[in-house]
C-alpha cells in the first residue's frame, strides 16, 4: 500500500458527514483491529491525533510515510517526517523519507535550514517554559537551559529531588535533560549554518521560529539579529529581551512591524563601533551565544581575498577536520583525496580537503586546504567567506587569528 492517493470525490464526500461522529467512528474503528485499512482511514481524515496513534504502531514504514504524505500541509506530519528521517535505521525508510523532504522543500520554496526550524520539538514545554509532570511537579527550563523542579502544591522551587519522588519520573527528568543538551548542541550548528547562508525571514516566521518556541527563544534573545525593511534592506540591528520587547545597539527600544525581516546579522555587515556596543552589551548581562556570531578575530573584512590566501593551507588534526566537516553538514566525496565541501543557498562554495593515509589516526595532524567558489561563476558573498574563515579560526584554535 505505498502508493496511495488521496480522491477528491470521496473528501467531498466526507465533508457532507458530521465530521466529529465520522472521526470518533473512524477511531473506533480503527482501535478494533488496527490493519492497515483501519490505519488508511483513520490517518486521512483522524488529523494529528490519528498521525500520532497509528506513528506508535507502524512509525518505521513506507505505509506511515505514505499517510504523512497525504497530511503534508499540517506541521504535525512535517515534524514526524524529520523525526523518522533522523531516527530511522533503516536504509529504504530513510531513502523514502529524504525524497519526500525533497518534495517539500520545493514545494514549500524553503532551504532544508527552514524546514529543520518547521520542525523543531518543544519538548513539551509551554510558552512559560514549563512542563507540567502530574498535579504535584513541574519542571522550569531556566535560562541556562538547566531545569528547576517546582514543587505545585507548596507553590515553591525545590533544591534537590525529593526521596520520595517517584523513580519513572526521575528517569524521564534524567532523559530530558540529555534531550535539551542535544537541542542545544545541534541547533547551535543550525544557527551557524543559518548565519552562513544570510537567511531572512519574515516577521511572522521569525516569531513561529524563534519566538513562540520556547526553547529557541532562549537561544533568539542571545543573539544579534539585522532588521530588514519590506525590500530587504538593512535598517538596524537588535536583540529580543522577551515579551515583545527589541532593542538596537544604542539600547533604544525599536518597534517591528509585520512588513518586515529579520535574519542573523553578520559582523561583515557592521561597523567596528557597532560590534563592540553589541560584543559590550552582551558581556553586561552575561550572556553567552551558542556560535561565534561575534567572535573578535584577525581578519580585514574589506580584504577578505587576502585572507583567505593567508588561510589557504592550515594545520589540524584529522579528528578536528572530520568534526569541522560533520558539524556544517558538509558534502563527503574523496575525488581528490578526502574533501568535504559545503554549498550556499545562492550556491557560494566552501571546501577543506586533505590527503589521508589509510592509518591516519584522530589526533594526528594533517595539513587541510581551503577554497572559495561558486557554481555559477558570481562574486562569492562577503558573509559566506567571513563567517566560514572565522568558524575555522575558532575550530581548529588558529591561535594568531583570535584576539583575546
Not at 136 to 147: A, G, H
Request: aromatic share 12%.
Amino acid at each position: 500500500m505505498s502508493n496511495i492517493i488521496r480522491l477528491k470525490r470521496i473528501d467531498d464526500i466526507v465533508n457532507l458527514l458530521d465530521m466529529e461522529t465520522f472521526v470518533k467512528q473512524i477511531k473506533e474503528f480503527y482501535l478494533e483491529n488496527k490493519g492497515d485499512a483501519a490505519c488508511l482511514i483513520y490517518g486521512i481524515y483522524g488529523g494529528d491525533e490519528a498521525l500520532k496513534d497509528i506513528y506508535e504502531l507502524k512509525f518505521d514504514s513506507n505505509f506511515f510515510l505514505s499517510l504523512i504524505k497525504l497530511n503534508i500541509k499540517h506541521k504535525y506530519a512535517l515534524k514526524l517526517l524529520y523525526e523518522i528521517y533522523t531516527t530511522t535505521k533503516k536504509r529504504d525508510i530513510k531513502k523514502e523519507a529524504s525524497k519526500i523532504i525533497d518534495e517539500v522543500l520545493e514545494k514549500m520554496n524553503i532551504s532544508y535550514s527552514e524546514f529543520k526550524l518547521k520542525c523543531m520539538p518543544n519538548l513539551g514545554f509551554n510558552s512559560k517554559g514549563e512542563r507540567e509532570f502530574n498535579k504535584d511537579y513541574k519542571l522550569i527550563l531556566n535560562s541556562d537551559y538547566s531545569l528547576s523542579l517546582f514543587d505545585i502544591k507548596n507553590d515553591k522551587i525545590l533544591k534537590s529531588m525529593p526521596k520520595k519522588i517517584n523513580e519513572d519520573l526521575k528517569e524521564e527528568i534524567q532523559n530530558l535533560e540529555k534531550e535539551i543538551h542535544k537541542f542545544m548542541r545541534a541547533n547551535s550548528y543550525l544557527l551557524s549554518i543559518i548565519l552562513i547562508d544570510g537567511e531572512i525571514y519574515s516577521y511572522d516566521l521569525f516569531r513561529e521560529y524563534f519566538i513562540d518556541n520556547i526553547l529557541m527563544n532562549k537561544f533568539a534573545s542571545t543573539l544579534i539579529w539585522n532588521l530588514y525593511d519590506k525590500n530587504k534592506k538593512i535598517i538596524t540591528t537588535f536583540r529580543y529581551l522577551g515579551k515583545d520587547k527589541y532593542i538596537d545597539s544604542e539600547n533604544k527600544e525599536i518597534k517591528i512591524d509585520a512588513d518586515s525581516f529579520v535574519g542573523l546579522a553578520s559582523p561583515v555587515e557592521m561597523d567596528d563601533k557597532t560590534i563592540n556596543k553589541w560584543i559590550k552589551h552582551l558581556k553586561d548581562y552575561q550572556l553567552s551565544q551558542p556560535l561565534e556570531q561575534l567572535k573578535l578575530v584577525k581578519l580585514n573584512k574589506n580584504s577578505l581575498q587576502k585572507e583567505v590566501k593567508k588561510l589557504s593551507t592550515i594545520e589540524g588534526t584529522y579528528g578536528a577536520f572530520k568534526d569541522f566537516a560533520k558539524r556544517y553538514e558538509m558534502y563527503a566525496h574523496d575525488k581528490f583525496g578526502e574533501t568535504y565541501t559545503f554549498q550556499s543557498n545562492d550556491d557560494d562554495i566552501f571546501s577543506i580537503s586533505a590527503d589521508i593515509d589509510e592509518d591516519i589516526e584522530h589526533d594526528d595532524i594533517i595539513e587541510i586546504k581551503l577554497s572559495f567558489g561558486n557554481q555559477n561563476y558570481n562574486k562569492i558573498s562577503s558573509r559566506f567567506i567571513y563567517t566560514f574563515l572565522v568558524f575555522i579560526i575558532c575550530s581548529f584554535k588558529l591561535n594568531d587569528f583570535i584576539i583575546d
